[in-house]
């Protein structure tokens, strides 16, 4: 892969869903993004509430990466709010986009998440649902029958 198309590269950057937002506010709620390089191989993720700020975040991730033999992409990440661990991730260059998803069943407490994210540098696009493990019931994120996905912008740093 070329310098421009690298999974570090076109993930590092500040995201906003600011006009998502502003279409439907009950449904999408107003959220910053900013994903950067904090050391080799090691990706910081961070998202909070455009009402409060980035000290606030509600979301804290260290994400280690390594390429595999076939150009794809494995991260394994750690939670820097409880220490825990998240589950691990795979993810795939096609048609201009990384495509991440969880690698095999992610089990966090009691709930499966199903999750999926894509991103080319000017876009990040996320879904997340979560299931009870045993019963299969919506728990959190957006119902598996309902369609529509998180659509972060870049913007200026």
């Given at each position: 892969l070329d310098g421009m198309t690298t999974w570090e590269q076109l993930?590092?950057?500040?995201?906003?869903?600011?006009?998502?937002?502003?279409?439907?506010?009950?449904?999408w709620p107003h959220i910053m993004l900013r994903n950067s390089l904090v050391a080799d191989n090691v990706i910081e993720l961070k998202s909070w509430y455009k009402y409060q700020s980035e000290a606030e975040?509600?979301?804290?991730?260290?994400?280690?990466?390594?390429?595999d033999s076939d150009g794809n992409?494995?991260?394994?990440?750690?939670?820097?709010?409880?220490?825990?661990?998240?589950?691990?991730?795979?993810w795939g260059y096609n048609v201009g986009y990384w495509w991440g998803e969880p690698d095999g069943d992610c089990i966090i407490g009691k709930n499966k998440i199903l999750s999926q994210?894509?991103?080319?540098?000017?876009?990040?696009?996320?879904?997340?649902?979560?299931?009870?493990?045993?019963?299969?019931?919506?728990?959190?994120g957006k119902p598996l029958n309902e369609s529509g996905e998180f659509e972060f912008i870049r913007i200026p740093d």
């Open positions: 993930i590092q950057g500040h995201y906003c869903n600011k006009r998502q937002a502003q279409s439907n506010p009950a449904l975040v509600y979301g804290h991730f260290h994400l280690t990466f390594r390429y992409v494995h991260t394994t990440s750690v939670n820097q709010k409880t220490g825990e661990a998240a589950c691990p991730w795979v994210v894509r991103f080319n540098g000017h876009v990040y696009l996320s879904r997340d649902t979560a299931l009870d493990n045993e019963t299969g019931e919506f728990r959190w």
